[in-house]
């Protein structure tokens, strides 16, 4: 049974050193409890509360990084099976998978397109965490010569090394630099050649097995190597039964404490059909990988499996918020439109792309909802007429417009009459979803 926080905060030095990060002893324990933090960072505890809290202090997954510097990607150290639960913490690293096999022209060129997937989406930036080279070529030196490629065109991302013979990939890791690379071992690899390699040159190790049962005997046996470090490949004959596999080392990791499978899971889809691979990749994201290598590449193919990865692994406990203030999209003048939104994220960005796409140069006014959308702070009274004439009365509105036209969202058209009398503007009820704006802005607007 997972001792409490109180029971942990007995078992530690009750120095408030904040050694550890935390402001006190009894924060670390809260966050031990909790299974977001190690023990290891508490250098003060002696070993006799150390024996006690093995079980309590460890998180059922692991936190494992990879790559190092800005590009570094963290995954693990989850704490739920269900993110309504809590929430989720380290969203998945999408990697694409090139092979050693391409010429000079093609190599450069798949290069150039994996250094392009990078987005910005709901005011976010968004991108591949990782590449894959996988030596079909089974020739070492082509192997790392696409590797030190990669290096070049990339310094410092994150690098998968995927092969058969322990040899090539040791031959390959020089090119990574200080980026220590994660070494895939493939299910018939040779075990011991593959865990001598990552103890030697401190890397990470991904491990597959014929099943479950198998790969948590292949980790404790790199366990007992000294590699702390692992990788879960659970990638099996069909996406339902990765899925299923997922789930099953997820469950046993949380539920069981199953300490050989309390690390972080990864994926590789390879399916034919490009529409089919995004698929696979979105419903191994939804599903607990930590890494989904797919040799998918193109732009219209990664967007899809980001968006599902950034959709999932936002705090639900904590809405992602925009300054409420005003905003200006275009070159604006005083005669420009103004719009009016709550600054929850998502609608926030919504309504601004839609505005860029009308190419009508607007003013977007956000008011402060806490986080809530539209309907959810008009229904909480957090958008109110009063709020919005305060608002609108403020300097940076009454500065940056000459006219006292307003327009507010469709779904909020009932309060239109209180506003006018509140604000005193005239209040234009606009569409109630955000792709009627560019329609309404270059008919109705300009008709005014």
């Known amino acids: 049974m997972a001792l409490k926080a109180l029971d942990i905060f007995k078992l ?56 190092a510097g800005d590009k570094k990607v963290e995954i693990g150290n989850e704490t739920v099976q269900f993110r309504h639960e809590e929430s989720f913490y380290h969203p998945p690293a999408i990697g694409v998978i090139i092979p050693d096999n391409l010429d000079d022209a093609a ?45 070049a065109a990339s310094p410092g991302i994150p690098v998968v090394l995927m092969s058969k013979n322990a040899a090539h990939a040791g031959a390959a890791i ?56 692992l990788i879960l490949d659970v990638t099996s004959g069909s996406a339902s039964a990765t899925v299923q596999s997922l789930s099953a080392v997820r469950r046993l990791a949380l539920k069981r404490s199953a300490k050989g499978l309390g690390y972080p899971c990864m994926t590789v889809s390879r399916n034919a ?17 930590g890494i989904v290598l797919t040799p998918l590449h193109q732009p219209e193919e990664i967007l899809p499996i980001l968006t599902v990865g950034q959709n999932l692994y936002t705090d639900p406990r904590k809405p992602i918020q925009v300054e ?4 200006t999209v275009g070159n604006v003048t005083n005669a420009s439109p103004l719009l009016l939104t709550t600054n929850f994220s ?10 860029e796409a009308s190419r009508v ?35 940076a509105v009454t500065k940056a417009v000459s006219h006292r036209k307003v327009i507010i969202p469709g779904y909020v058209a009932a309060m239109s009459g209180s506003l006018e009398e509140d604000s005193g503007w005239e209040v234009m009820v606009g569409p109630r979803e955000a792709s009627g704006i560019p329609k309404f802005l270059k008919t109705v607007w300009k008709s005014e």
């Not at 008011?367 to 305060?390: H, N, P, Q, R, Y």
């Open 12 to 67: 530690l030095p009750k120095t408030n050193c904040k050694k550890c990060g935390c402001p006190t002893c009894l924060a670390f324990a809260m966050k031990l409890a909790q299974k977001q933090a190690s023990l290891d960072q508490c250098p003060d505890v002696t070993a006799a509360s150390k024996a006690q809290l093995e079980g309590a202090a460890a998180p059922p997954i692991r936190l494992v990084t990879l790559g």
């Open 273 to 289: 059909d490009a529409a089919v691979g995004v698929s696979e990749c979105c419903v191994f994201v939804s599903k607990y990988a």
């Open 361 to 395: 140069p607007a003013y977007i006014g956000v008011i402060d909802t806490e986080g809530t959308s539209v309907l959810t702070a008009f229904a909480s009274d957090k958008m109110t007429s009063e709020k919005i004439a305060a608002f609108l009365k403020s300097d």
């Open 346 to 355: 998502l609608t926030f960005y919504t309504v601004e792309g839609e505005v």
């Open 107 to 151: 190599l450069k060129a798949r290069l150039s397109a994996c250094a392009k997937l990078h987005f910005t989406r709901v005011g976010a930036r968004i991108g591949i965490g990782m590449v894959a080279v996988e030596n079909v070529s089974c020739d070492a030196a082509r192997f790392a010569a696409t590797v030190s490629a990669l290096a």
């Open 324 to 327: 409420p203030k005003l905003y």
């Open 174 to 229: 020089p090119a990574c630099g200080s980026a220590k690379p994660l070494i895939h071992a493939g299910e018939e690899a040779d075990m011991d050649a593959f865990i001598k390699l990552a103890k030697d040159n401190n890397c990470p190790l991904a491990l597959r097995g014929r099943d479950i049962d198998d790969l948590a005997d292949r980790v404790d046996k790199a366990k007992k190597a000294g590699i702390q470090d």
